[in-house]
């Protein structure tokens, strides 16, 4: 079934794996960037730009009301290119302003379309401390302390306004930490949680056919969090195989 899509983040690097997927498979597809630079490779893909940014929450619902999806997919970050060291202080504190509020104008527009499902990113590394595997009852890390805690505080923030939006069926996907291409890593050495940036579009996909409310694990095969809820509720694949209708 043909559906309207409207993905935040469509230039990221999950955005640039999911983008042709989603065409491919029938949907109307709108992308939200903030640079009209990216325009000519969206519709070189076939997908209908949206330049906007979503700190202008006024702009974002308008263009998000013209476009009238069915489903909204927020993958939108806000980190340094190839999260280069020197900069992830300054990265970390602009991400968490992109979780906290610009989710929460994300999640405006989104009930302002009607728009019935929202897919959103979140990480799978602000569990706290304490027994693993972590499953996704665990509590979140909110003792943390430092830029540990402004990152926390981001999640924390981005999962309640996803999750408890009035009207709407909110799905947070908990990614491990990404490699594949665009992401600057191309193998999963050394990540403890790792995920291949194409497992993690596939997981989009799954969530959107599911259609299941809650909080979703989403890592490859691993010791410190579980993700059998998102194998038994989504179809999800922790051996690193990426699947999807």
Known sequence: MTQTIFVAGATGVIGARLLPRLVTLG????????????????????????VVDVFHAETLSAAMCAAKPDIVIH???????????????????RNARI???????????????GARLLVAQSIAW????????????SPL??????????S????????????????????VLRYG???????????????????????????????????????FNIVESNVIVDTGKAQRELGWRPDGVAVAP
């Not at 306004?161 to 799905?171: F, H, N, Y």
Request: no cysteine; glycine share 12%; aromatic share 2%.
């Open 177 to 215: 930490q990404l490699y594949g291409p665009g992401t600057g890593e191309e193998s999963p050495a050394g990540k403890k949680l790792p995920l291949h940036v194409d497992g993690a579009a596939a997981a989009v996909l799954l969530a959107m056919q599911a259609n299941r409310p809650g909080v």
């Open 27 to 50: 949907h109307r597809v709108y992308g939200l960037t903030r640079s009209p630079a990216k325009s000519p490779a969206l519709l070189s893909l076939g997908v209908t730009p949206v």
């Open 99 to 113: 979780r906290a509020e610009g989710t929460a104008n994300v999640v405006a527009a989104v009930r302002a379309a």
């Open 75 to 93: 993958q939108l970050t806000d980190l340094p290119r190839g999260l280069d060291p020197s900069q992830m202080e300054e990265g970390v504190r």
């Open 152 to 171: 926390v505080g981001g999640v924390a923030a981005l999962e309640k306004a996803v999750l408890e939006a009035p009207g709407l069926t909110g799905i």
């Open 141 to 150: 890390d909110h003792h943390a302390q430092g830029l540990r805690a402004v």
């Open 126 to 137: 602000a569990y706290a401390p304490g027994n693993e595997p972590h499953t996704e009852e």
